[in-house]
């Protein structure tokens, strides 16, 4: 069976300073690998996929991962944060076997402090 | 601008009541998905759906069964609903790509209380 963990359930960082979250993941077969955000009282929106080709992807607003299958990581960075990037950040993989199906992980909140 | 649109935002409901939760996306997608949100749990899945009246169990689809009548309509029903219940409730779908889920697209959430 697949799986996703987020090592952090929350990770406080100071304005401008950098910042990771991490993901790993459990799987026998590839993958397509999803970062999405929840701001408060919201839905959640896309930051950035991995579907193939370049392993180092950006998204919107600043952020990076990089898909490293020897690690079976997906680790999410920014180099400097705002207050604004305050939210829950959730991982998530798609198996490439025709499943379907979409599984996500716990969730990393992200508090960033003035 | 894509779409899903899930027919409630907050609802409450009493143990014992059958409840209807309804989702529609407007981007001909083939796979649509529910999910429960708990603090500390993530999104955990319900059911999702690759196909017209096509359907499967995700982790936890105790309590719940699922409809999906027409390929932008998927419907989750709760059909005795009880306490342990009570939960933010998301729907998504997507497309495919070589057998996998390409971006999937959230709807705003319906927050169940049941009393």
């Known amino acids: 069976a697949q799986s996703v963990t987020q090592l952090d359930s929350q990770v406080p960082v100071f304005e401008e300073a950098p910042v990771e979250l991490r993901c790993n993941y459990s799987?026998?077969?590839?993958?397509?690998l999803f970062w999405y955000v929840q701001y408060p009282n919201q839905g959640l929106q896309l930051l950035l996929k991995?579907?193939?080709?370049?392993?180092l992807v950006k998204g919107i607003n600043g952020f990076e991962a990089e898909f490293n299958k020897s690690q079976t990581s997906f680790h999410l960075r920014k180099p400097s944060v705002h207050i604004s990037d305050t939210a829950e950040y959730f991982c998530a993989v798609s198996v490439v076997d025709s499943s379907y199906k979409l599984i996500f992980g716990s969730g990393t909140r992200l508090l960033v402090r003035p | 601008d894509v779409k899903v649109t899930q027919s409630s935002r907050y609802l409450v409901k009493r143990t014992g009541e059958k409840v209807f939760l309804e989702c529609v996306q407007d981007?001909?997608?083939?796979?649509m998905f529910w999910y429960r949100q708990d603090p500390g749990l993530g999104l955990r899945l319900i059911y999702f759906s690759y196909d017209v009246k096509m359907k499967e169990k995700g982790d936890i689809p105790e309590g719940y069964s699922v409809s999906r009548e027409k390929k932008e309509r998927f419907s989750l029903i709760l059909e005795s609903a009880s306490t342990n219940q009570t939960s933010m409730y998301l729907c998504?779908?997507?497309?495919?790509?070589?057998?996998?889920?390409?971006?999937?697209?959230f709807g705003q959430g319906t927050r169940l209380t049941v009393v």
């Open positions: 799987s026998s077969v590839s993958v397509y």
């Open positions: 998504a779908s997507s497309s495919t790509l070589g057998g996998g889920n390409t971006e999937a697209f």
């Open positions: 991995y579907l193939s080709g370049s392993t």
């Open positions: 981007m001909d997608h083939e796979n």
